[in-house]
């Protein structure tokens, strides 16, 4: 069962946090990752529990899938760059 990854991204340092772009995207695609939006327009309809700022959605394979991406040593390895670049919220969704 497919799973997705859905990141909103607050950016403290859009210069730094391309590093973490060019260096990510090859590792989520080499995990079976496929990015359907990343950064595109937001119409929020509904913000009583969450007011997104730039959204990235990727599909997975599977949960576990996801996960191995994400502990990866390789991920955790540019994930320094995000965290100094971008406030976060990372959620993994078990899809249909």
């Known amino acids: ?11 403290d340092d859009p210069d730094a946090y391309e590093q973490y ?3 990510a995207r090859p590792l989520i695609e080499h995990f079976g990752g496929e990015y359907l939006a990343r950064g595109g327009e937001i119409t929020v309809r509904e913000a ?6 730039r959204v990235v959605l990727v599909r997975f394979p599977d949960v576990e899938t ?31």
Do not use: F, N
């Open 48 to 53: 009583d529990l969450w007011s997104p700022s």
């Open 21 to 23: 772009k060019v260096q």
């Open 66 to 96: 996801a996960k191995r991406c994400l502990d990866s040593p390789e991920y955790q390895a540019i994930l320094p760059i995000s965290k100094r670049s971008a406030r976060r919220t990372v959620l993994i969704v078990e899809g249909l």
């Open 1 to 11: 069962m497919a799973a997705y990854l859905i990141v909103d991204t607050l950016l």
